[in-house]
């Protein structure tokens, strides 16, 4: 398994971006997906997770409301859409797959994650 994260840039407080994240290899419906960010200095954080059904989702407290995650079977991609964005939200941004049985918990741990991305760095400006 491989993923490609991309669409991370440079936006503005208030902005809006749309990350993505393209799965290379087969099961996709078989992983969990999620996104975690790490900004400078700071340790890396769950931002959010999606069932491999993508009927469960998980967010931190700090992008309720603002970030949805959606995946699309047909493109093995998996998405995040950041709205309302804030200066706090810039960070290098990684997604994560984690195969897993369908009715198993979310994962919020990283540890417990099989592949990751490369990372794409958000900037937002005050």
């Known amino acids: 398994v491989q993923l490609q994260a991309f669409g991370g840039g440079l936006a503005q407080a208030g902005g809006s971006l749309r990350l993505s994240c393209v799965f290379s290899g087969h099961g996709f419906s078989r992983y969990a997906m999620a996104w975690f960010r790490q900004a400078p200095g700071k340790e890396r954080e769950c931002v959010s997770v999606?069932?491999?059904?993508?009927?469960?989702?998980y967010y931190g407290d700090s992008v309720k409301g603002r970030f949805t995650i959606s995946r699309d079977s047909a493109k093995k991609t998996v998405y995040l859409q950041m709205n309302s964005l804030k200066p706090e939200d810039t960070a290098v941004y990684y997604c994560a797959a984690k195969s897993t049985i369908l009715t198993a918990p979310l994962e919020i741990r990283q540890s417990s994650y099989d592949a990751w991305g490369q990372g794409t760095q958000v900037t937002v400006s005050s």
């Open positions: 999606l069932s491999r059904s993508g009927g469960d989702t």
